[in-house]
């Protein structure tokens, strides 16, 4: 079956750096088409990026220039390098893939504060 698992959150200052990846399996990851979508408390869940099998990629108006998504098609695993954090960065971050219905991972949690 597919499998989306997240890695790489955790707590940042302002201004500070986190890389999250998200490894899959049971999908044909050159094939397929992945983003980045975010919840934060009390708000709907936002994509953040989406990255296509090209390699190109595009992002919320938020996140642009802050954030870089990329993947590795040799390992099956999408990247989100995300500079300059700010508080209202803060949310649970999820992969998901698009075909088949659209599969999601379970999240990982990021937290901007001092």
């Known amino acids: 079956q597919v499998q989306l698992v997240e890695s790489g959150g955790g707590l940042v200052p302002p201004g500070g750096s986190l890389r999250l990846s998200c490894a899959a399996s049971?999908?044909?990851?050159?094939?397929?088409?992945l983003a980045w979508y975010r919840q934060a408390p009390g708000k709907q869940r936002e994509i953040v990026a989406r990255?296509?099998?090209?390699?190109?990629?595009n992002y919320a108006d938020s996140v642009k220039g802050r954030f870089t998504m990329s993947r590795d098609n040799a390992k099956d695993t999408v990247y989100l390098q995300m500079n300059s954090l700010k508080p209202e960065d803060t949310a649970v971050y999820y992969c998901?893939?698009?075909?088949?219905?659209?599969?999601w991972g379970q999240g990982t949690q990021v937290i901007v504060s001092s």
């Open positions: 998901y893939a698009f075909g088949g219905g659209g599969y």
């Open positions: 990255i296509l099998t090209t390699g190109t990629a």
């Open positions: 049971g999908i044909t990851f050159s094939e397929t088409a």
